[in-house]
T-cell receptor
Framework: EAAVTQSPRSKVAVTGGKVTLSCHQT?????MYWYRQDTGHGLRLIHY???????EKGDIPDGYKASRPSQENFSLILELASLSQTAVYFC?????????????FGPGTRLTVL | QQNVQQSPESLIVPEGARTSLNCTFS?????YFWWYRQHSGKAPKALM?????GEKEEGRFTIHLNKASLHFSLHIRDSQPSDSALYLC????????????FGQGTSLSVVP
């Protein structure tokens, strides 16, 4: 079973503060993804990466940065946290091969911005 | 840009019922479709996928894809309380095979 871990599992941040969410995978997967989940919106893609030291914008990148320092680690950075960024954030990874697009998700980080 | 819409938003069914969840997508060139299941407070987990038109059955679960009508569905036979979860359909964006586009989800409750 593929393993994706996230830290912290929950966080309370103040408006305007900096927040870093971390993701670690031991699957030797090439792709890593950051999603946010809000009630009624399913999962929306923020940033993703297919190789270390490179990141790509997803569908809702504004207000977020991403960093992929190694194949195993992928971080999501909120430089100036805002109330609207309160959500649950999921990290996922998948193998590069075209035969399977299955993404394996971490347990999520619940972020509350006050 | 792929757009995925699910219906209904929520559903309550009795134990033992047959349940049908629906998904429509906008990109007819999209090639791969998934159903994910997410139990409350847990991570989404892949349930089933399909690449070509037709049906696929695994145990009590059947998925059906019709690219011509842009329709994708999940059917659960003999629904159980343990099936209660948020069900998310997703399709590969034809503009980028790296990305999955998810629907907003259907919340299913199976009551004993």
């Amino acid at each position: 079973e593929a393993a994706v871990t996230q830290s912290p599992r929950s966080k309370v941040a103040v408006t305007g503060g900096k927040v870093t969410l971390s993701c670690h995978q031991t699957n030797n997967h090439d792709y890593m993804y950051w999603y946010r989940q809000d009630t009624g919106h399913g999962l929306r893609l923020i940033h993703y990466s297919y190789v270390a030291d490179s990141t790509e914008k997803g569908d809702i990148p504004d207000g977020y940065k991403a960093s992929r320092p190694s194949q195993e680690n992928f971080s999501l950075i909120l430089e100036l946290a805002s109330l609207s960024q309160t959500a649950v954030y999921f990290c996922a990874s998948r193998y590069r091969g075209l035969s399977s697009y299955e993404q394996y998700f971490g347990p999520g980080t619940r972020l509350t911005v006050l | 840009q792929q757009n995925v819409q699910q219906s209904p938003e929520s559903l309550i069914v009795p134990e033992g019922a047959r349940t049908s969840l629906n998904c429509t997508f906008s990109d007819s060139a999209s090639q791969y479709f998934w159903w994910y299941r997410q139990h409350s407070g847990k991570a989404p987990k892949a349930l089933m996928s399909i690449f070509s038109n037709g049906e696929k059955e695994e145990g009590r679960f059947t998925i059906h894809l019709n690219k011509a009508s842009l329709h994708f569905s999940l059917h659960i036979r003999d629904s159980q309380p343990s099936d209660s979860a948020l069900y998310l359909c997703a399709g590969i964006a034809s503009s980028s095979f790296s990305k999955l586009v998810f629907g907003q989800g259907t919340s299913l409750s199976v009551v004993p």
